[in-house]
């Protein structure tokens, strides 16, 4: 219904997270209803962020800046790095206001049943950070038994370097992913951090 | 997080109904992450849907054609015209592929607590389509107390035609809206329709 140009708008919002086939089409008429006031400021919205956004060269964040806003920020702790799985997670870690060090997207965990090994993940961006500012290094890993497996994958990797090596406290929920944790569980489990055993 | 594009993407997003603030930003860092092969046709699709798309003049229906391709179909049965409160509603009936007829959208349903009053419904555009060819008007409103009160005030304003006025066969669960129905329901109860008492 509608014609290709509507078939083709309510495939492609389907394919949003959170959004289904439904959704996607309640999505689509609502705004055909306002087109010049809903429709053309998205996609102005899309086109500027795919213009502007780029993965921070040093840390993986997504930002407008390269380096991004973090890595710029001279008031951070440059000695303190905190590993996460996803830029999302680093987004729901920055909104505790708890960390106030630099972060390192990973974009993976291992797994087993995703087929991911230690030769798909590449440490050799965060390996290069380790020049002897950084003092401790942050696992913010999710506390899935594939996070977990990275996070003593990880602490094994880096004990050479001699850096102290802390992951978040229990607190977070198991099977839950950070970037849908309230702000203070997560902020809890930021500052009872604990050595990896 | 991510400059002022992706918090206003992230803010027009959450707009788009079944989204909220958390899961307009992970489809914003969903889409960010691949800007070539997500970002830019969903900005392109809305773009060309806004520009392609209206309301046809005759039944309100939106199409990138206008008389939409319902009202231009030869083969439809003129005499048939079906009411329903929105183009969702008209969509989801096409997909049941039971009724031949003809549509008219609404727009609205009476509501005493949305304050929407008969002043507030314009019915010329439907007045006037009842030329002679149409011999029955099924009114296909929700099952809400809203959809029955226009179901009944359409009855009456219709009355005077002499034309059939039926309306959706009970089977349509009350407080539920016509478009999350299963098509197998909403087929049953097409067909079933009855007189409005």
Same mark, same amino acid.
């Given at each position: 219904?509608?014609?290709?140009?509507?078939?083709?708008?309510?495939?492609?919002?389907?394919?949003?997270?959170?959004?289904?086939?439904?959704?996607?089409?309640?999505?689509?008429?609502?705004?055909?209803?306002?087109?010049?006031?809903?429709?053309?400021?998205?996609?102005?919205?899309?086109?500027?962020?795919?213009?502007?956004?780029?993965?921070?060269?040093?840390?993986?964040?997504?930002?407008?800046?390269?380096?991004?806003?973090?890595?710029?920020?001279? &008031?951070?702790?440059?000695? $303190?790095?905190? +590993?996460?799985?996803?830029?999302? *997670? /680093?987004?729901? %870690?920055? =909104?505790?206001?708890?960390?106030?060090?630099?972060?390192?997207?990973?974009? &993976?965990?291992?797994?087993? $049943?995703?087929? +991911?090994?230690?030769?798909?993940? *590449? /440490?050799?961006? %965060?390996? =290069?950070?380790?020049?002897?500012?950084?003092?401790?290094?942050?696992?913010?890993?999710?506390?899935?038994?594939?996070?977990?497996?990275?996070?003593?994958?990880?602490?094994?990797?880096?004990?050479?370097?001699?850096?102290?090596?802390?992951?978040?406290?229990?607190?977070?929920?198991?099977?839950?992913?950070?970037?849908?944790?309230?702000?203070?569980?997560?902020?809890?489990?930021?500052?009872?951090?604990?050595?990896?055993?």
């Amino acid at each position: 219904m509608g014609g290709p140009e509507v078939e083709r708008l309510i495939a492609l919002l389907a394919k949003l997270p959170g959004m289904g086939p439904r959704s996607a089409r309640r999505a689509a008429l609502r705004m055909l209803a306002e087109p010049q006031t809903r429709m053309l400021p998205l996609a102005a919205a899309l086109t500027d962020a795919a213009r502007t956004v780029s993965a921070c060269n040093t840390c993986g964040n997504l930002d407008t800046r390269n380096p991004c806003m973090v890595c710029a920020d001279n &008031a951070r702790d440059r000695g $303190l790095v905190c +590993v996460v799985e996803t830029v999302s *997670d /680093l987004w729901a %870690l920055e =909104r505790t206001h708890t960390h106030h060090g630099l972060y390192h997207v990973l974009g &993976a965990t291992l797994s087993a $049943l995703g087929g +991911v090994t230690p030769a798909d993940i *590449d /440490l050799s961006l %965060l390996l =290069r950070r380790l020049d002897g500012t950084v003092r401790e290094i942050i696992l913010a890993l999710p506390a899935t038994v594939d996070g977990a497996a990275t996070t003593h994958w990880l602490a094994e990797k880096l004990a050479p370097s001699g850096i102290a090596v802390t992951r978040l406290a229990h607190g977070v929920p198991i099977g839950g992913s950070l970037d849908i944790l309230d702000d203070g569980t997560l902020a809890t489990a930021l500052r009872a951090r604990r050595p990896v055993e």
